[in-house]
């Protein structure tokens, strides 16, 4: 890797060093020596450890270059000191060169305190954060909270939320974590959730999974998918192999071996370098290319054109991994700027040490270096790409006619163009980001270096991570054995978080506490039940009971339509008194009009069906039904109750007055609603129709 051939020269330096005798010149010139080159490596390895891999939303960023917010890019490199904010509706993904994943949902802010030989530092101050950390010898995350630290040392996948009441859930799923707190320390390992607050840690084991662990598990099977990329990568880019897994093909060349080609976002006349800009990071110009694949292929290796295919990247040899900013030729002028991708084995002019092929101008005068091979590529169509200068410092595309190739005509620089860069110059992507998606005061008024004082790196086991002094204390845990419900989880936004939502946490906790076996119905029923004064009455309750008035007649139509159609010859000959029988169908009809029966529940559904099932009656129904009673012998006053009025009803109408008794009270009427609707019919119907009712059903 680039950091392990740093060590190397390093380490050769200073052994050089203790070799030499005591002489002041030859130690004074050790120590120039380490002072020369100590700063190139240090920037190669900061620029080339992080870079942001997903760019959802109006996601900013605050370096120092830029000193202010600003819209953040694709494939932009980070480094230790940088501050991320993912507003509403976004979210973004940092990637590390062992292939650790850091997401960031929306209203997240994350710090970046320390990047140290693969090892990482982040301050979470509000949202969440999950982590996919690729573990490699000697290396190892920790992840700072404003009441809390996690730190990591194996392979581990789990995410920490700032809920909007202050609490910090940590929770694991896979592997193990060690959370400390002011508290004390605790392990927490996979499938199981933390939750820590004022002093408190639950325990518990991780509930359903919700849309952002859905989310980071089809990031996750994209990252870990190894296709045909890793076996032709070496070993140090491994981690990157899904890009070029899902954005191009491996063919075979008899010059350079297996290639890489771009089969997704090219165009017709497409070359590289030629889809981003150029930006002023860590003192140099680094180049940001916005394909979704271009971190690699533009950082490492190098580019050929092959008839048959096209343009193909030809990865580095293993043991010779470097990262640079951008592996091109230059040439510029007063009015314009132009470049040319590097063929492999060309020569690359870089302020540091970049591997084989190329020279270090750190302390070089390179007026007097003299480029005298000519680029391979410069004959290549579209290879050669020329702007204007002020277009390469505001970071505007716009096309620059020049006479024949710069490359052939004018004289070519050894490394980057010596151009003062201009504030639009340290912007990673031109764009206007609306007012409302800002950073809140609280995250803009965050200063890293005064934060990385405070919360120190540290990367022994057995040393606590607020006193670094000492070891740490263990954690009181509470143990529970469901999982941890009720709260919310999802980042908030920051106008919301100070009031709304800790007032709505505090009174929910206070009523959980009081009543613990109604909390469900706390969250779900009606405001006023347990104790919540409305401003006015619910009106809930009337609104039910007028929609099952309007049920009644309904009901009445089809008692009436069966007690109707009951008046057969067949079922006279069964009815003992039908006088009787007559006044006990009309009663409940009566006493409904009367005085409406509060409902039980809502009505079977079987009621409608039933109705849409029966047989209506017809004219030649009635009329039948009318003969048989004129022809059929009847008891003395059955006729002068049909002409009778319910009012004039008494001891001489020869009515037997019980069956009026009856109908005050039906007993169908009261019985429970878990007795289906039917049942309650088929009690006032006779049972000689009752057979009649399934013979119209078939």
Known sequence: ???????????????????????????????????????????????????????????????????????????????????????????????????????????????????????????????????????????????????????????????????????????????????????????????KSLSLRDGYADLSPLGRADEWEEWNKDRDRKFEERGYSSQYLPNELEGYASDLDHNGRWVYTSSYGYVWTPTVHISPGWAPYSQGRWVWIGGDYVWIAYEPWGWVPYHYGRWTFMASFGWCWVPPDRGDVYWAPGYVGWVYTPTYVSWVPLAPREVYYGHGNYGRNSVNIVNVNIDTVVVKNVYKNVSVHNAVTVIHRDAFLKGKREDFKVRGNPFLTERISAGRPRIEPERATRLPIIKEVPREKEPPARVRDVRVRELKEKRRFVRERDRSAFIPEASPKTMPV??????????????????????????????????????????????????????????????????????????????????????????????????????????TRQAPAEKRTEQPVKPTGPQPVIKQKNRQDQRPVTEQDKQIRKEEWTTKKQPTGVKKQDSESPSSRGSGSGIPLEPVKKKETPKSLKQPQTRGEEEVQQDSVPKAWQGREGEGKR
Not at 139 to 166: C, E, H, W
């Open 1 to 191: 890797m680039e950091t392990h051939h740093e060590k190397q020269t390093f380490n050769k330096h200073r052994n050089k060093v203790r070799r030499m005798k005591m002489k002041p010149g030859k130690i004074l010139g050790a120590l120039m020596l380490f002072i020369m080159i100590l700063p190139a490596y240090a920037r190669a390895a900061d620029l080339g450890e992080l870079r942001l891999s997903l760019v959802d939303g109006d996601v900013q960023i605050k370096t120092e270059d830029t000193l202010e917010w600003v819209p953040a890019t694709i494939n932009m490199p980070l480094r230790d000191g940088d501050q991320i904010w993912v507003p509403g509706g976004g979210r973004s993904e940092i990637q590390a060169r062992n292939g650790t994943a850091v997401r960031l949902d929306e209203y997240t802010s994350l710090d970046i305190l320390t990047v140290d030989d693969e090892s990482l530092q982040f301050y979470l101050g509000m949202g969440r954060v999950y982590l996919n950390f690729g573990s490699q010898r000697d290396s190892m995350i920790q992840l700072d909270t404003p009441d809390s630290s996690v730190r990591v040392y194996d392979r581990a996948k789990f995410a920490v939320t700032i809920s909007g009441n202050g609490d910090t859930d940590i929770l694991v799923f896979r592997g193990r974590v060690y959370a400390e707190s002011r508290s004390g320390e605790t392990q927490v390992s996979g499938g």
């Open 478 to 583: 509470k143990r529970i054995s469901v999982p941890k419900t009720g709260d919310a989880v999802r980042p908030q936004e920051p106008e919301n978080i100070p009031d709304k939502h800790h007032t709505q946490q505090s009174e929910t906790e206070s009523t959980e506490r009081a009543m613990p076996g109604k909390s469900k119905e706390i969250q779900h029923g009606p405001v006023d039940k347990w104790g919540v004064q409305p401003k006015e009455p619910s009106k809930a309750q009337p609104v039910i009971k007028q929609k099952n008035r309007q049920e009644q007649p309904v009901t009445e139509q089809k008692k009436q339509s069966r007690q109707d159609e009951g008046k057969t010859k067949q079922e006279q000959k069964e009815l003992r008194t039908p006088g009787k029988q007559q006044e």
